[in-house]
Each structure stands twice: as C-alpha cells, then as structure tokens.
C-alpha cells in the first residue's frame, strides 16, 4: 500500500507559517517499517482541495491530510471530502458527543455554568459536521475528533487538524491501529555510494540499464557542489525491496568501474521494523 500526505492551508503556501508534517510524517512511516511515498501541498481552495481528495479517494492509497477541518469561514476540508465522496455532511453522533464533553470541560475549568445551547458551542458542533459514512480519529490533545473516509476505490483518506500537537499522536494513532499489519515488513531499503569526479550525463545510461533489468528498484543520483565533508560529488544509489536492492547495487558497482570516477564511502539505509 502507498502512503500519501496533503497538507492544506494557505499559511504554508504564502511563508506564514513551516510545514513540519512533512518530517513528521515520514519519521511515523519509517518507525513503522513504512516509507511515505507522495506529499502534495495546497491553499485554501475548495476546488483544488476537492480535486486533490477525490484523486486520493480513487488511488487506493492511505493518505493523511492536515488541516482546515475546523469551522471558520477559511476551514473547507470537511465540505471538500464530501463533495469528492459524493454524499452529504451530516453531525456524527460520537463526534457530537466528544465536543459536548470538551465544551463541559471548558466550561468547568472557567467556573461557568455549561449552556450548550449558547451561539458559540452550537458553533462548534459543526466541527463534528462529517461525510456519511466517516469514522472517528480520536484526539488526546482536546478531544475534538479528526475523521477517515474511504473510496470506492478503496483510497482512505484521514483528516485530521494542521497543528501537529494534535495531528502527530493521531497519526501515530491511525498507523497502529488500521496499518499494524503492514508493519515491520522491511520492504524498503537503499543503497548508495560517493561518486567523485563525475558528470551525471556520464552515468545516465547505467542508471537508466539497472532500471530496465531490476523490475521495482529505483535508481537515483544526488549531485552536490558543496558538500561540507565530500566537496562537490555525486551520491549514486538504487532503492527499493531489499533483496532487489542488494543484487541491483552489486551489478551499479560493478558498471562504476568502467567509468573515469573515484568512488567514496557507501550508503546503507533500511527503513526500521
């Protein structure tokens, strides 16, 4: 199974604000044994949130997404997962309930009486407002739910709030409860070394000959003109299944030595069980 991320709000597009889901999200993955394999990001916009929705409702993938599913004017994620859904928005029950139970907790903390029939809460009742169909993220943050839908496709999609104080535990959360099968698997791994003294351009065919031979193993090629220990070089490297991986990179080593280049220390990375 793929793991996708979208990442929602105009604050991060216009600098306002660092994404750090990105980072997260993939130290949760790797922790895991799993590996993250797209991100997108997007603005405050209902017809790009939707059409980002409803391509991951149909990939088949697990997507995380983060923000704007609070119930201010500029939140539109809620109302976009259903429009991709095709179905209506409706107050989940458990949902309804868990903000009860916040707001009853809110108001004994400010030693007032709890009215849940004042403007404000009946407002917030609407941050429980779903998709049909939509099941409950837990938050231990403040108890005000995130959700999952899932496509016909089989896509799931999970919605959770962009501050990360609540974002990363549920999560964590989502990746051990529906994912624990997947983990542990060990089924990414990397392989790379130091090139010295060459020209991308000269390793393009070996790159692209271990491609066409090792079915599922990527190669890649990470140039750097400045490196503050190997100075300007080329990390060269294939990553994929692990055992695809070993016999892919014996056969890169291999090419590398008919080409003009001095070859530096290696690389080994394999995502933890």
């Given at each position: 199974?793929?793991?996708g991320?979208i990442?929602?709000g105009?604050?991060?597009l216009s600098?306002?604000?660092?994404?750090?889901?990105?980072?997260?999200?993939?130290?949760l993955?790797?922790?895991r044994?799993?590996?993250?394999?797209?991100?997108r990001?997007?603005?405050?916009?209902?017809?790009?949130i939707?059409a980002?929705?409803?391509?991951?409702?149909?990939?088949?993938?697990a997507?995380?997404s983060?923000?704007g599913?609070?119930a201010?004017p500029?939140?539109?994620?809620?109302?976009?997962?259903?429009?991709?859904?095709?179905?209506?928005?409706?107050?989940?029950?458990?949902?309804?309930?868990?903000?009860?139970?916040?707001?009853?907790?809110?108001?004994?903390?400010?030693?007032?009486?709890?009215d849940?029939?004042r403007d404000?809460?009946?407002?917030?009742?609407n941050?429980?407002?779903?998709?049909?169909?939509?099941?409950?993220?837990?938050n231990p943050?403040?108890?005000?739910?995130?959700?999952?839908?899932?496509?016909l496709?089989?896509?799931?999609?999970?919605?959770?709030?962009?501050?990360?104080?609540?974002?990363?535990?549920m999560?964590?959360?989502?990746?051990?409860?529906?994912y624990a099968a997947?983990?542990?698997?060990?089924?990414?791994?990397?392989?790379s070394?130091i090139?010295?003294?060459?020209?991308?351009?000269?390793?393009?065919?070996?790159m692209?000959?271990?491609?066409?031979r090792f079915i599922?193993v990527?190669?890649?090629?990470?140039?750097?003109?400045?490196?503050?220990v190997h100075?300007?070089?080329?990390?060269?490297?294939?990553?994929?299944?692990?055992v695809?991986v070993e016999?892919?990179?014996?056969?890169?080593?291999?090419?590398?030595?008919?080409?003009?280049a001095r070859?530096?220390?290696?690389?080994?990375?394999?995502?933890k069980?």
């Open positions: 199974m793929d793991f991320l990442i929602i105009d604050e991060i600098g306002k604000r660092q994404d750090k889901h990105l980072a997260k999200a993939i130290e993955l790797g922790e044994g799993l590996q993250l394999d797209w991100a990001y997007v603005g405050d916009d209902r017809s790009l939707t980002e929705l409803r391509a991951a409702f149909a990939s088949g993938a997507v995380f983060c923000g599913i609070g201010t500029d939140d539109h994620t809620r109302q976009c997962a259903a429009a991709a859904l095709d179905v209506p928005l409706v107050l989940h029950d458990e949902a309804r309930e868990l903000i009860l139970q916040r707001m009853r907790d809110v108001a004994t903390e400010q030693g007032i009486a709890f849940p029939d404000d809460n009946r407002h917030r009742l941050m429980g407002v779903f998709p049909v169909g939509a099941r409950i993220i837990p943050y403040n108890k005000i739910p995130g959700f999952s839908c899932t496509g496709a089989g896509g799931a999609v999970h919605f959770m709030p962009g501050f990360p104080v609540m974002a990363w535990p999560m964590a959360w989502v990746l051990d409860g529906q997947l983990q542990g698997q060990q089924r990414h791994s990397e392989r070394v090139v010295y003294g060459a020209m991308e351009a000269a390793l393009t065919q070996l692209e000959d271990i491609e066409a599922g990527r190669v890649f090629s990470l140039p750097s003109v400045d490196h503050p100075g300007r070089h080329i990390e060269l490297g294939v990553k994929g299944e692990p695809a016999a892919a990179y014996a056969d890169l080593r291999l090419g590398l030595n008919a080409v003009p070859l530096g220390p290696e690389l080994v990375r394999t995502t069980s």
